[in-house]
């Protein structure tokens, strides 16, 4: 059983950037991040393959997103840019055993507990 433990939330003013991360208790596949919002259901944001050569993102976050990994340290990162107010969330890692990244969260073997952002307009 893989944990995932996510970091670096907070309260961030719009137009400004943080930067979260994921770090798996051992090897994972692929990863993504995923969001739900207050009274919404949870979305995907983004995905990244156990190689790094893929990643996916939604359009609401192309642009000012940008997913890495370093398997050397079972992690994932989520630069966030240009932050939104729309942007607010619990953000939640996730990690499969296959190495192919998917934007359908019914695919993830594996949640983290979630991390809050909230953007201040």
């Known amino acids: 059983q893989v944990q995932l433990v996510e970091s670096g939330g907070g309260l961030v003013q719009a137009g400004g950037s943080l930067r979260l991360s994921c770090a798996a208790s051992?090897?994972?596949?692929?990863m993504g991040w995923f969001r739900q919002a207050p009274e919404k259901e949870r979305e995907f944001v983004t995905a990244i393959s156990w190689t790094g050569a893929t990643t996916s993102y939604a359009d609401s976050v192309k642009g000012r997103f940008t997913i890495s990994r370093d398997n050397a340290k079972n992690t994932v990162y989520l630069q966030m840019n240009s932050l939104k107010s729309e942007d607010t969330a619990v953000y939640y890692c996730?990690?499969?055993?296959?190495?192919?990244?998917?934007?359908?969260?019914?695919?993830?073997?594996?949640w983290g507990q979630g991390t809050q952002v909230t953007v201040s307009s």
């Open positions: 051992g090897r994972t596949g692929a």
């Open positions: 996730a990690a499969r055993e296959s190495n192919y990244a998917r934007v359908q969260s019914q695919v993830y073997d594996y």
